[in-house]
């Protein structure tokens, strides 16, 4: 009986759609679980996606793509992953409708100093 190779270790594909996996489902408010349930993976399955310690396979690609309702080469397409800000190209439409409803949710708050203590948080987290 032939030796078990050892899996190939993550590449930058595996991580970038990992990345664009893990945007999806929270922009669905979905939880690992919730997702895992709807397209009959093992628990633990899609945190290792989105980590990009595991790679996904073409039918597992094809359910994703199914639930999370894109298509499979959405995963593909530039920008690959993180912000379009990153890349110099302009804002995609998911991250421009996200920024309007954290405005929104902003210029409610009534408190000045709450106000500047949350700019400075988000500040601070991009920065990192």
């Known amino acids: ?59 597992e690609l094809l359910a994703l793509a199914s639930t999370l309702g894109v298509s499979m080469a959405w995963f593909f397409t530039d920008p690959p992953c993180g912000s379009s800000a990153e890349s110099g190209a302009a804002p995609l439409p998911e991250d421009v409708a996200e920024a309007e409803r954290f405005l929104a949710a902003y210029v409610r708050i009534a408190d000045p100093k709450l106000r500047r203590d949350i700019l400075g948080l988000i500040k601070a987290a991009a920065a990192k």
């Open 1 to 59: 009986m032939p030796a078990k190779r050892p899996p190939p270790a993550p590449d930058r594909l595996d991580r970038l759609l990992g990345r664009r996996l893990a945007r999806r489902r929270r922009e669905l408010c979905l939880t690992l679980d919730e997702l895992e349930q709807r397209i009959d993976a093992a628990p633990g399955t899609i945190i290792q996606f989105e980590k990009g310690t595991r790679a996904v396979g073409t039918a």
